[in-house]
C-alpha cells in the first residue's frame, strides 16, 4: 500500500484504484462522468430499452421458449431491483440465474436470494461450486490480486453467458453500468454498454485469466463454469442503468415496499442496504483497504458526494470511522477457507 494516497479534490475517492485519473484541479474521472449522467435524454433510452425488449420477446415467442430474458441475481439490490423491472415494469418472463459464491448467507440476505424470485413468480436457478476448489481459488486469488473473490466475479460473468448459451436465452439484463459509481478505465458514462467475451475479460475478469489463479492441485476444467463458453452463440447483454436514471436509495425503496426486501447493517458502512448478499464482504472491504489503502466508506462517501447528500469534509470523517478496521468475522472467514489471519494479511499484501 503506498505511504501517501492521494484522494479527489471533490470526492474522497483515492488514487489507488485502478483506472482512475484525475485533472488539473484534482478532480477524478468518476466526477467528472457523473456530471454526464444528468444530461442524458432518458425517455428516449427508455424508448430504445422497450424496443429492444419487445424485440427479445418475439425472438423466444417464435422459438417457444418461456423465457424472453435472463437476470443474473445476487440477491443484492441491484439485481433484485433489475428482477422486478422485468417481471413487474415491463412485464417479461425471466430466468433468474445466480452464481452463488458459496459461503453461508444472512437470514437477510437469503430471504433476498431464495423469496424475491418466489414473490415475483420468476424460475430461478442457483448454483456454486464446492468448497475445496473455492478455497483454493480463495488464497491463490489473494495472492495473485488481493482480492479472494476472483470465483465470485468470474462465475457472476461468465456462468449466466453459458445458460443463455445452451438455453437459446440471448438477452440478459445487468444493473448500473460500470462506468457510473466505478471505474476500471473500461468504459464512459456515455457508452452503451454490453456484456460480451471482451467486455467478459476486461471487467468481471480483470484481465486475470485462469491459467494465472489456478491452483496447483486443480486442472483448468475445474474452472469451466467460471470461464466464457467457447464459439459463437447470440447474446444481447445490456446495463439498464444505460436506458434508465439510476438512483440505489429510490431502487431500494422499490423493492422494500413491494417485495420485502430485507436490509442488514454491516460494520464498514452507514449503508444498511449495500452489499447485503454476501457476509464476508466486510473481509473483502478490509483486504481491499490492506492492498489498495481504501475501502467502501471512500467509495460510499464518494457516491453520497456526487448526489448531494453530504459534504466532503462529513466524508472524511465517516472514511475515518469506518475504514480500515479488522472485521468482526474475520476469524470465521480464516477458518472456513483454511487460513491464519497472518497469511490473510501476506498473501494479500504480496507483489505490491
Known sequence: MPDVIKRCTKCVMTSTWPGIT????????????????????????????????????????????????????????????????????????????????????????????TEVPKILDVDHLRFSIGNGLRNALCKKASRVMGDFCWHCHNGVGAFPARISKLWDIPLQIWGEPTALYATGGEFSIQDMEEQDEDHFHRVFQCHVTPEMVKPFEYELIDMQPMTWPEGEFPLKAI???????????????IITEELGWK??????????????DCEYEVVRDYQKFLRRGFGKA???????????????????????????????????????????????????????
Not at 60 to 80: E, F, H, I, Q
Not at 239 to 253: D, I, S, T
Not at 312 to 333: H, Q
Request: aromatic share 14%.
Open 298 to 352: 471512500s467509495f460510499q462517501a464518494s457516491k453520497d458526494i456526487r448526489e448531494g447528500l453530504i459534504g466532503r469534509t462529513k466524508a472524511l470523517e465517516l472514511v475515518e470511522k469506518y475504514e480500515g478496521k479488522v472485521p468482526s468475522n474475520m476469524d470465521k472467514f480464516c477458518e472456513e477457507v483454511g487460513v491464519t489471519a497472518k497469511e490473510f494479511d501476506e498473501m494479500t499484501s504480496r507483489n505490491i
Open 239 to 253: 446495463y439498464l442503468g444505460n436506458f434508465l436514471q439510476w438512483n440505489q436509495r429510490e431502487n431500494v425503496k
Open 263 to 276: 436490509h442488514r447493517e454491516s460494520e464498514n458502512t452507514w449503508c444498511d442496504w449495500d452489499k447485503v
Open 22 to 113: 484525475f485533472n488539473s484541479d484534482g478532480v477524478c474521472n468518476i466526477c467528472t462522468e457523473y456530471k454526464k449522467y444528468s444530461k442524458i435524454d432518458w425517455k428516449k433510452r427508455e424508448f430504445a430499452l422497450k424496443r429492444i425488449l419487445s424485440e427479445w420477446k418475439a425472438y423466444a415467442w417464435g422459438r417457444g421458449n418461456k423465457y424472453d430474458c435472463l437476470v443474473g441475481y445476487s440477491g443484492g439490490k441491484d439485481t433484485a431491483y433489475a428482477l422486478w423491472c422485468m417481471k413487474r415494469k415491463y412485464k417479461m418472463s425471466p430466468l433468474c440465474v445466480t452464481w452463488d459464491h458459496g459461503f453461508k448467507l444472512s437470514p437477510e440476505a437469503e430471504y433476498n436470494m
